[in-house]
């Protein structure tokens, strides 16, 4: 039996695939790289670096006929402000396209917990998402990406951690960090790729994810709730939910069909600190070491560039994972 190959044997394999001009054997070597040693920021730039640099490499497969109708698909989201209510709303239309779903829309939550739960109460759908009200959905055919995704996960989002160890996904660090979301551009007129740490298909075992968009069944819901009471502002519901959902035994994925652009990248400020207080008091054997939250940040100079970019890093860890 092969061994199989440690870090720096593939770092060594990397450097010599780019010595060759075999950009293609770098990819590979690194994305296993990364999936032994997801805390080294080093590979992960240099994978999506080379990547980056090789628009012709990992073009995906074309995408497979669906498979009968499409579920429906329940969006959930609180907003106060009407236009980004109508803006966001016209984004969902346009990424489920065809497929069927409906936007519960509350204009008047007391919090994103009792707001969530007054949408879920109204919501037909039997998998349920819910979502800020300050995002674009990139990728077309969402309702059957959600699908996919509730086929192998009772819970799913597009950032988390294989390791809770505090108030904050990220807290654990970058080695147990998942997923990825796109943000507006820093410094430029395009838009920005974050990349914690790369998952080319549904992935399950994380214990917390981030709330920007939470896709879940029907059932999971019920099942766990939102606890309206501890977190009645705006922060921590996420983490709270998330958690319990998978001390529940449910399953918590991320997954890499569905890709946002958030236009808010979140602030640790009082209201914040408040609310983990909250959640610490809840769950005090969570309090671990706060350790550095690191992440790769690509510019794009469109939304289609870097979705398409996207698709070839998860083409990539799909062709690694096969051998």
């Not at 959902?245 to 979140?266: E, W």
Request: proline share 7%.
């Amino acid at each position: 039996m092969t061994p199989t190959p440690d870090f720096e044997t593939l770092w060594a394999e990397a450097h010599a695939c780019h010595q060759r001009g075999d950009a293609r054997g770098a990819v590979l070597a690194l994305y296993r790289a990364v999936a032994l040693r997801p805390d080294d920021m080093r590979a992960l730039a240099h994978l999506c670096r080379t990547l980056y640099e090789h628009a012709e490499l990992f073009a995906p497969p074309p995408a497979p006929p669906a498979a009968g109708p499409a579920p429906l698909v329940s969006v959930v989201t609180c907003s106060i402000d009407a236009a980004k209510y109508a803006r966001v709303k016209a984004s969902f239309a346009r990424a489920f396209g065809e497929d069927p779903w409906e936007l519960v829309g509350i204009h008047d939550a007391k919090s994103l917990c009792e707001g969530y739960a007054r949408g879920f109460a109204q919501a037909r759908g039997d998998l349920v998402v819910f979502s800020h009200d300050d995002v674009e959905i990139l990728t077309p055919g969402l309702g059957r990406a959600i699908a996919v995704a509730l086929a192998e996960a009772d819970v799913a989002g597009l950032a988390g951690t294989t390791r809770l160890a505090g108030p904050a996904f990220a807290w654990s660090g970058k080695a147990f960090a998942r997923g990825r979301i796109a943000e507006p551009g820093r410094g430029h007129a395009g838009v920005d790729l974050v990349v914690f740490n790369p998952t080319p298909r549904v992935t399950p075992g994380m214990q917390a994810l981030d709330g920007v968009f939470i896709a879940a069944t029907r059932r999971a819901v019920e099942a766990v709730g939102f606890d309206a009471a501890t977190f009645d502002g705006f922060h921590l519901y996420d983490v709270d939910f998330t958690w319990r959902a998978h001390l529940a035994g449910l399953r918590v994925a991320i997954t890499p069909g569905v890709v946002v652009r958030h236009d808010s990248t979140g602030a640790f400020d009082a209201k914040w600190e408040h609310y983990a207080g909250r959640f610490l008091a809840k769950f005090p054997g969570l309090l671990g070491e706060r350790k550095a939250s690191d992440m790769l940040r690509i510019p794009f100079p469109d939304a289609p560039a870097l979705v398409a970019f996207c698709a070839r890093l998860d083409e990539a860890g799909r062709a690694a994972s096969a051998g």
